[in-house]
């Protein structure tokens, strides 16, 4: 046996290449990512900017609310006891663009609904009538979602009579109103759920509430239930001045935005605009969380918070 070269230990391992490993998958998970990304886009047909909303429905823009951090509170408190947050100044807007909706002004009774639940249609009527009353006006709020109310837990009171006792027999509506700590503004719950909403809604009971003649308030704000699935909606929409759709961003598909819309124009309805609600700060044009959005600069703002 002859020894042709001695050999020698290696400094460095052959085998794995963990340069090239780690290089091959950062290139592999990066197109991986890339494909998921469109894959998700492409997938997602909700509405997500606010110049989609005309564009889409035909609807102007009325409103655009923020998303707001609920550590701070609730969305219907932020919009309603905190008249320097950012989602009060938005319904304050609205209130502005619903004055210059028609050459009468705002309309006296208003509608809000939307397609499904949870996309803030509770808040906004809330918060509009607050802001409604805000101006020395008369505001009625009702909730006439009678198969789910919500307003009452909002107000924080019972929803032992309401609407559906209106509706359903001779009950006196002002012994089912309620004074609220907002001034000038007052509420009439849902009341005990009904087996069918959609006929006490038909009666000649809810005209007579919403007629001028028999009513003293200046603005009634009606929350109404979703379009899709029941009719409710639908029945209120043709018996007020003027509906309000509200619009989820980044949820609220554009295939049910299509087949409310649809369904409002059959009935011989259309709203009078859209609301995009919860809206992230990354997405809009207008820094809702931005410094300058805010009365007072950043470090005011810090001081009051710790105060």
Known sequence: VSVVDKADTPLFPFRPDVTRGAMTGLLLGLMAGLALAFVIEYMDDSIKFPDEV????????????????????????????????ALAEAYRSVRTALQFSTSKGAPRTIVVTSCTKNEG?????????????????????????????????????????????????????????????????????????????????SGPSLQKLLSPSSSHFDHIVIDAPPILGIADSIILCNQVDAALFVVESSKTRKAAIRNAIRRLRQAGTAPLGAILTKLGSEMTMYGYESDFYYYGNKSERTQQEKT
């Open 121 to 201: 249609k509770s808040t906004t009527a809330m918060a509009l009538a607050v802001a409604l009353s805000q101006m020395g006006k008369r505001v009625l709020l009702v909730d006439g979602d009678m198969r789910n109310p919500t307003l009452h837990r909002m107000f924080k009171t019972d929803h032992s009579v309401g609407l559906s006792n209106i509706l359903s027999s001779d009950t006196d509506p002002i012994a089912v109103t309620r004074k609220t700590d907002f001034p000038s503004l007052y509420l009439i719950t849902g009341g005990p759920l009904p087996p069918n909403p959609a006929e006490l809604l």
């Open 54 to 85: 005309e564009r889409f429905t035909g609807l102007p823009l009325i409103g655009v609310i923020p998303r707001v951090n609920t550590s701070k509170g609730s969305p219907e408190d932020q919009a309603t006891r905190d008249p320097r947050s």
